[in-house]
């Protein structure tokens, strides 16, 4: 199979999983176009591909599924028997169904998700939950894990989906109740606005947050140039000690190739 072009879609709010998607194809042989899905305005964004291309579609989990920005862009995305990769970050607590429901998304819509990763990233609330991943443990295996898949492209075999974890129908999300919100020292500049995936930011009023629309990605939060965006130190506190029963430990990146490896 001789693959022409490779194109990186990724849903990346702090940047982390776009870090992993980079990862995973440094060693291919040419460094894949990005294109960042996270901007709201990317929600009308449609694209096709050919069974020469090779996408790799990379987005964080929240709650075990994925968000349904992501999802909005990601199902205007078409491919025509086009080789792909999954990728799905979390946090060290689980994955549940984000990585079926990409794979079902991509399947749907023309792709063949032949290979797929569940891959360990700082957890975007919780940073001592997985600090410092991926790191330099995890690059290693990444990257090896990237040259396999490159390998099997280059092969004559016939490409098949692969078969990942998760059930169907999914596990409900019922959103996370951490909501970011500013303080007191908002100069309302309105980068947080401009800059929310969810559109849950109100331009006129950046100091405000529609609480129904956001999805807790903690992009504002990054992004604020004056650090006054953030979470209720109790709330965050009480949830931070419940976290630690759950994600302690260190937890293996699940890699996908014609089967778990």
């Not at 992993?20 to 440094?26: I, N, Y």
């Not at 079902?104 to 891959?119: E, Q, R, T, Y």
Request: charged fraction near 20%; aromatic fraction near 6%; hydrophobic fraction near 40%.
């Amino acid at each position: 199979m001789e693959i022409r072009n490779v194109t990186s879609i990724f849903f990346s709010p702090t940047g982390s999983t776009r870090r992993l998607v980079s990862m995973l194809s440094k060693t291919f042989p040419s460094k894949p176009r990005e294109v960042d899905i996270t901007p709201y305005t990317q929600r009308g964004l449609s694209m096709d591909f050919g069974p020469d291309d090779l996408v790799l579609f990379g987005v964080p989990v929240y709650g075990g599924r994925i968000s349904s920005p992501a999802v909005q862009t990601l199902r205007r995305m078409q491919g025509s028997r086009t080789p792909a990769v999954l990728v799905a970050a979390y946090g060290n607590r689980e994955y549940d169904d984000a990585l079926l429901e990409l794979a079902d998304i991509a399947a749907a819509n023309g792709f063949i998700p032949f290979a797929a990763a569940a891959l360990i990233a700082e957890h975007s609330i919780m940073h001592s939950v997985a600090a410092g991943r991926p790191d330099a443990q995890d690059a290693k295996k990444i990257e090896a894990f990237g040259t396999q898949l490159w390998k099997k492209l280059s092969t004559s075999e016939a490409l098949s989906p692969v078969s990942v974890k998760g059930t169907r129908p999914y596990k409900e999300f019922g959103g996370v109740p951490m909501k970011p919100k500013a303080g007191r020292s908002c100069t309302g500049c309105g980068i947080c606005a401009a800059l929310c995936p969810a559109h849950a930011i109100p331009a006129n009023v950046p100091s405000c947050t529609d609480k129904d629309a956001c999805i807790s990605c903690m992009r504002c939060i990054q992004i604020c140039p004056v650090k006054t965006r953030s979470l209720n130190k109790v709330v965050l506190s009480v949830a931070g000690c419940s976290m630690k029963k759950v994600c302690s430990g260190r937890k293996k990146n699940e890699l996908y190739l014609g089967g778990k490896i």
